[in-house]
């Protein structure tokens, strides 16, 4: 038979799974190690639900617990595995999505050669639609910093080329966002 709490963490978990495995694939993650990623800093929410429960924002606490969660996995890279392809996200049949998944790619590698901070603040921000008081909750630092990571991410991100070529005026790509 299933507590309440149980079946509060399952409802949380069905509603945010898709979002958080996302979030570990913009922080840098392949889609495999995203999902490996989101369920162990799940299974950590878990063991401290009461304390998530408590918290004042609930979801800045478990985005704060994916990005240690992320941070550990590549701290122990070393010993990890390695996995020697990638899988795209799969395509809706019937139309070609081929200018999404160029989006994507886009934005994927764009986030890549932003430093490890300033790719932390911008799928807060833009992806997980934190504010900035949220996000400055979420990393534990100063609002001004969260602001200074987010002006220098934009500010690398409006120069990459890889970025650019996906706004000039590529047919079905121009205002898309990290979803």
Same mark, same amino acid.
């Given at each position: ?52 429960? &408590? ?38 049949? &019937? ?73 000039? &005026? ?6 898309? &966002?990290?979803?």
């Amino acid at each position: 038979m299933r507590t309440s709490r149980d079946a509060e963490f399952s409802e949380y978990v069905a509603a945010r799974w898709a979002r958080l495995v996302r979030a570990a694939v913009l922080l840098g993650c392949s889609p495999h190690e995203a999902e490996d990623v989101a369920q162990t800093a799940l299974t950590r929410c878990l063991v401290k639900w009461s304390k998530v429960e &408590g918290a004042d924002d609930r979801d800045a606490y478990v985005y704060r617990v994916l990005v240690n969660t992320f941070t550990d996995s590549r701290r122990r890279r070393w010993t990890s595995e390695r996995p020697t392809g990638e899988v795209l996200e799969p395509v809706a049949r &019937g139309r070609d999505a081929t200018d999404e998944v160029d989006a994507r790619d886009a934005i994927d590698r764009a986030l890549a050669k932003l430093a490890d901070d300033q790719r932390t603040a911008v799928v807060l921000r833009y992806y997980l639609n934190q504010t900035e008081a949220q996000m400055a909750q979420t990393l534990r630092v100063a609002p001004g910093t969260v602001k200074s990571r987010l002006s220098r991410a934009l500010k690398a991100m409006a120069i990459d080329p890889g970025l650019a070529d996906q706004s000039s &005026g590529t047919p079905g790509t121009s205002g898309r &966002g990290l979803r």
